[in-house]
């Protein structure tokens, strides 16, 4: 195979209570990218079209996560990039996770897969350290191994797989402000108050439980932040109404998507999810800032080839 078209999914990083180590890939929001061999050595970005970044192959994460990739691999070649980026930059459902996984994802498959979905995961990392300065692995661990993915520990990287109940739809919606995950990161503290570990960890392992058991009950009870949230959702306009809506409308749960400023919604069952999306919508309405709102499935693969 010389050239792969691939389907790159959003993601939901932290889902309220996995501060970096949890994460959902979405269904039907993502970026296309076809990547491409040459027998010229070194990785060439071609084009990009629905976003302003930049080509230059090592200040674009598709760039640097690839060449992590042909470091580790003896494929004396190269590769071309085209990205259609469909996920805003700064909107909280990793788009440069999106950008850094399609990339190593397609060029493993072009090579004919030598390298494993947890190397895959390190070589998309470096995109996340470009992106963010900080190399998390909540967005990407998600897009390559699809469903919700668990960051059991990052030295060494473990990333754990986890069920995803059939019925569990997400709701996101995003207000069009731009908020980088390094700023977003700067206003959180070091250090957190055992009670409030407490708390958290008791909903992280709810969380975990409820997804395996398909309890959707328990799922919704876990789905609370102690840590993150309280400080973050003061940057995201008009976030508690959000949330009191989507909670009101039949909402599992609620909270900050990544670093925001998306929110995202699971429910039960896709109808309940597009009622959700009709109440939080109305939000913004009020307050006059412009939105997309997406329903999506979770997507069970992650990223993908897709054909023409
Ligand atoms: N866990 C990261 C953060 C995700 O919340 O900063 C960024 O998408």
Not at 34 to 42: C, F
Request: aromatic share 6%.
């Amino acid at each position: 195979m010389e050239a792969i078209k691939v389907f790159c999914p959003a993601t939901i990083a932290n889902v309220s209570c996995g501060f970096d180590v949890l994460g959902l890939a979405l269904e039907n929001v993502g970026d296309e990218m076809e990547v491409r061999k040459t027998e010229k050595p070194g990785i060439r970005i071609t084009e990009i079209i629905g976003q302003e970044l930049p080509l230059e192959t090592n200040k674009n994460v598709a760039g640097v996560a690839g060449l992590a990739l042909l470091k580790q691999s003896n494929y004396d070649g190269g590769f071309e990039i085209k990205i259609n980026k469909k996920i805003k930059p700064g909107s909280g459902i990793g788009s440069s996770a999106a950008s850094s996984t399609g990339s190593v994802w397609a060029m493993n498959e072009l090579l004919g897969k030598p390298f494993s979905k947890l190397e895959l995961v390190q070589f998309a990392m470096e995109g996340e350290k470009l992106a963010s300065n900080v190399a998390h692995a909540d967005n990407v661990a998600p897009a390559i191994f699809g469903g919700f993915a668990l960051v059991r520990s990052y030295t060494p990287l473990d990333i754990v797989p986890i069920n995803t109940p059939p019925a569990l739809f997400a709701t996101v919606i995003h207000p069009q402000i731009e908020i980088k995950t390094s700023d977003s990161r700067k206003i959180l503290k070091t250090s957190i108050t055992l009670e409030n570990g407490i708390k958290q960890w008791g909903n992280l392992g709810g969380l975990i439980a409820g997804l395996f058991t398909e309890d959707y009950h328990l799922i919704g009870r876990s789905l609370e932040d102690y840590v993150v949230e309280p400080l973050r959702s003061i940057l995201i306009p008009g976030f508690n109404d959000v949330k009191t809506k989507a909670i009101n409308a039949g909402a599992l749960g609620c909270g900050i998507s990544g670093s925001g400023p998306s929110i995202f919604a699971l429910s039960k069952g896709e109808e309940q999810a597009k009622k959700v999306a009709t109440s939080i919508a109305n939000t913004y309405d009020n307050i006059g800032v412009a939105y997309d709102i997406h329903v999506s499935k979770i997507c069970s693969k992650g990223v993908k080839e897709i054909k023409n």
